[in-house]
């Protein structure tokens, strides 16, 4: 595994999806457009919503992106754990009725154990569980351990209306010092031990106001890759706070609060939360 700043770890991943036919696009606004369901944009596919559906026609039909989200439903988390926060980057790469579960899964583990050379034997995947395609894709196409696959009921993503559809997850092992020592902790655990790292979407259905799931005109992929996180894993770090992203932060708000970071749990959940909030804010202003 190669330590990587952020920065350089945004370019690489873009960098990898150009390469293999995407359009890269700059992050759009926080404050969405035409979107009624949302607030403000909380996933890298939000500002797509209408390529999705075929609404209106993409300028490719391949897109890559580092989009800026607010996320508040983990406000309470933040702090706390070492992967919450409101506002994050999500790379992601995208395909609008082009390809779908085979090169999605390959381009993922392609670029998580090619050019990160994140450790095979520490990576687990989720799938839907009636999703033998993605299964089958998983074990014939990539060299994954077939033990580390496993099936999740809660492996369907949505974000208000709109485009939808089950999920494959794939998750670091970060060790056993890692996790809440629950003789049921393993991949789906609410503790740190297992980090979701990369979210693939196989989108194919369009959630109504009225909760129906009606096919879409074609299939998609959504792709949703934790900048901070997966930082946070090739900078080694023990939470995303500490990443070159965040920990400049800290480190100027302990120097205005005369507090020191690393001493105390409270004092560093304190600062840990003035880091999120403040780049929180600033993208919203
Ligand atoms: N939309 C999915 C997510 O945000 C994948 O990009 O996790």
Known sequence: MKYMSGKELRRRYLDFFVKNGHLE?????????????LLMIGAGMA?????????????????????????TGDIENVGRTARHH???????????????????????WEFLTGELELPKDKLWATIYPDDDE?????????DINPEHIVKLEDNF????????????????????ERGCGSPTCGVGCDCDRYLEI???????????????????????????????????VLQNKPSNFETDLMFPIIEYASKVANKEYGKDKETDISLKVI??????????V
């Open 157 to 176: 993503w949505e974000i208000g209306t709109g485009p939808c559809g089950p999920d494959s997850e794939i998750f670091i092992d970060l060790g056993e």
């Open 86 to 108: 409101t506002y994050f980057e999500m790379l992601g790469n995208f395909s609008f009725g082009d390809y779908f579960k085979y090169d999605a899964i390959k381009w993922a």
């Open 25 to 37: 696009l700059p992050s759009a606004s926080l404050i969405p457009k035409d979107d009624p369901s």
């Open 47 to 71: 500002p797509f919503k209408a390529y999705f559906t075929g609404k209106m026609t993409p300028p490719r039909t391949r897109i890559t992106t580092s989009q800026r989200c607010v996320r």
């Open 198 to 232: 990369w979210n693939l979407v196989f989108t194919q259905y369009d959630r109504t106001e009225d909760g129906k799931y009606n096919p879409l005109v074609h299939k998609n992929i959504d792709t949703g890759c934790g900048l901070e996180r997966l930082a946070s």
């Open 275 to 284: 880091a999120d909030h403040a780049r929180s804010i600033s993208f919203m």
């Open 134 to 142: 993605a299964y089958k894709i998983w074990t014939t196409e990539t």
